[in-house]
């Protein structure tokens, strides 16, 4: 939060010595854009407890556009997810909890994240973008898993345009 602040206060407070800030003067002004909303933020988190720390970030600063990646135990806080308006994209082959942050893990998960309210995006974030083929696939997995097929449909097309600003494109 420290770092949000420094962004926040820049250019205002920065000396050339850095003393104090947590930021360098490049990084303030990189991160500038994002607390001013204009550039969402996204950030991996997949395990239900590190999504609702997330989201108290939100409540502390609801200019800044917020994108869950990952959300493997999403729907565990599907209803908070929600009522915060904040987007996720999931992979929904994730059912495997090959590590701690994943154990709820579940194929369900993007459609109990679409049940509950939630924006849904669907890509792979482990893959490169040389897979961007399987993207039907991965939302056709989805739908055999409880998406309806019209939310799996907009999850790889008007919704990933939307949370990258660009709702003309879907």
């Known amino acids: 939060l420290t770092a949000i602040d420094d962004a926040k206060a820049y250019p205002r407070g920065f000396e050339d010595d850095g003393e104090g800030d947590l930021l360098i003067r490049k990084e303030a002004m990189a991160l500038k854009p994002v607390v001013e909303g204009r550039v969402p933020l996204m950030v991996e988190v997949h395990r239900a407890a590190d999504i609702l720390q997330l989201l108290t970030l939100r409540q502390r600063e609801p200019r800044i556009k917020l994108i869950i990646l990952g959300a493997t135990e999403g729907w565990r806080v599907a209803d908070q997810i929600a009522s915060a308006n904040v987007p996720v994209i999931v992979n929904p082959l994730a059912n495997l909890p090959d590590r701690f942050e994943i154990l709820a893990a579940t194929l369900e998960n993007a459609g109990r994240l679409s049940a509950a309210g939630v924006t849904v995006a669907i890509a792979d974030p482990g893959q ?4 961007t083929r399987l993207i039907q696939q ?14 799996a449909f907009k999850a790889i097309t008007s919704v990933p345009a939307t949370m990258y600003g660009r709702a003309d494109l879907g």
Do not use: T
């Open 128 to 131: 490169a973008s040389h897979n």
């Open 138 to 151: 991965l939302a056709g997995n989805a739908v055999a898993n409880g998406m309806p097929w019209e939310a």
